[in-house]
């Protein structure tokens, strides 16, 4: 594998941290944060002057201790740990599936407290199609860029089962980045091969690479998460330099054989997953409980997204409907065959010297598009999805609660 950013990056000590945490009171979450943050902003050089994007999984809030989100405390009192130390500015970015982010925030009782502390928070609605790193694989990822605004970004996860990818820790929050509408195409396009969209995952993860990652395991979510599951006392937080490093030593805690996850499997068979040499994790873990894992390793992608099932007899033709298909321009192609080369899935051949999609295998990487010498390829959205993005874009793309 080539050199990348990542690699020579996670050379370095990656540093974890865990801390037991008896409850959301400030008394017991303060000191424990404080614990897991501190070699994170030692690691970062400090935050003094600095801006701090948070990150935090807010899936909805339906009543008091709501497990499918990070907890409110948890996200107030992360906001204070970086303000005390000398943050210039933190903001909360997020994306919701169904409300906004202030919506989130003021069904969770904090958007005033936020306010006073001069932390604003918005929807994402910034998306913007990455420059591709040499290690990342899907090359049509179009992804909420509010992120390169901010000096650092705090990925801010809760510790939740996943019928599709077992466990949702902090490389799984990252997919909040990506815009509501292509959420479900991207479950509609990797169907049942989860190595892919734990491939998609890893390749935002590289993107973004957050300098900080903190998990809510407090209460965490077991069953038939992500958002049909019941709550689970774990009372511990944990964090680290390294999201990958965090998020396998957690799920072992919680019960999980690492080795068993997608995102784990495959970043070690890209080469993405840190040598435990390189990983510094002084503390003693917590013995807990496993989680109760979902009744259904499979569930329906739709539900995972939206929490409404869609019946498996609709979701071939929906997929139809939303997914964002690589398009030839004819007149542009000379034939030299490049694309059918770095097409992954062998899903392009020639025929009659021009390339031909075999769209059924098509994963919607777009390498063909990034490699045409002639930019005779192009990533072109159905009616029904631009229509989907649009309506998103009106009713959640915005919506910022300004705090200063
Ligand atoms: S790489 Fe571009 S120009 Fe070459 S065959 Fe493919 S589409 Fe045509
Ligand atoms: S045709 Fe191949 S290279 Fe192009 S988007 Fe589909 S899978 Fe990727």
């Avoid at 407290?113 to 899907?138: C, H, I, M, R, W």
């Avoid at 990822?141 to 992120?147: G, K, M, N, S």
């Avoid at 997919?175 to 990797?190: E, I, K, P, S, T």
Wanted: charged fraction near 25%.
């Amino acid at each position: 594998m080539a050199e990348t950013q990542v690699t020579s990056e996670q050379r370095k000590k990656i540093r974890l941290a865990f801390a037991p945490c008896a409850d959301y009171t400030t008394q017991a979450l303060r000191p424990a944060l404080e614990h897991i943050l501190q070699p994170q902003i030692e690691a970062a050089g400090g935050v003094s002057g600095k801006s701090v994007m948070l990150k935090p999984n807010l899936l909805a809030w339906r009543r008091a201790d709501d497990p499918q989100s990070v907890n409110p405390r948890f996200i107030v009192e992360t906001a204070k740990v970086f303000l005390d130390a000398g943050a210039s500015r933190v903001a909360i970015l997020e994306n919701p599936a169904v409300q906004t982010a202030p919506q989130v925030l003021r069904a969770m009782g904090i958007a005033d407290e936020l306010k006073t502390l001069g932390v604003a928070s918005a929807n994402f609605k910034n998306y913007v199609k990455q420059p591709p790193l040499d290690a990342v694989f899907f090359h049509n990822l179009e992804i909420a860029d509010e992120f390169r605004e901010y000096d650092f970004v705090a990925d801010l996860a809760k510790a939740k089962t996943h019928g599709m990818m077992t466990l949702t820790f902090c490389v799984k929050n990252l997919f909040g980045l990506v815009n509501g509408g292509d959420r479900l195409a991207w479950h509609l396009a990797v169907g049942r091969d989860y190595d892919k969209f734990a491939d998609m995952l890893l390749d935002l993860y590289l993107v973004v690479r957050p300098a900080f990652n903190l998990l809510d395991a407090v209460t965490c979510m077991e069953g038939n998460g992500p958002g049909a599951g019941t709550p689970a006392d774990r009372h511990f937080v944990a964090g680290g330099t390294d999201a990958l490093a965090l998020d396998a030593v957690a799920a072992r805690v919680l019960g999980v054989d690492p080795d068993t996850l997608h995102i784990i499997k495959r970043a070690k068979a890209r080469d993405l997953f840190p040598a435990p040499e390189t990983v510094d994790n002084p503390d003693p873990l917590p013995v807990c409980e496993p989680l109760a894992l979902p009744d259904r390793p499979v569930m329906d992608m739709a539900q995972l997204h939206l929490g409404v099932g869609i019946p498996k007899w609709m979701q071939k033709p929906l997929y139809k409907l939303m997914v964002v298909n690589p398009v030839l321009d004819p007149a542009k192609c000379v034939g030299c065959g490049v694309c059918v080369k770095m097409c992954p899935p062998k899903s392009l051949k020639l025929s009659g010297g021009k390339p031909a999609f075999d769209l059924p295998h098509c994963i919607r990487c777009f390498c063909c598009q990034e490699h045409c010498p002639k930019g005779a390829i192009e990533p072109r959205m159905t009616r029904m999805m631009r229509f989907v993005k649009a309506v998103d874009r009106l009713f959640r793309g915005g919506g910022a609660v300004e705090s200063k």
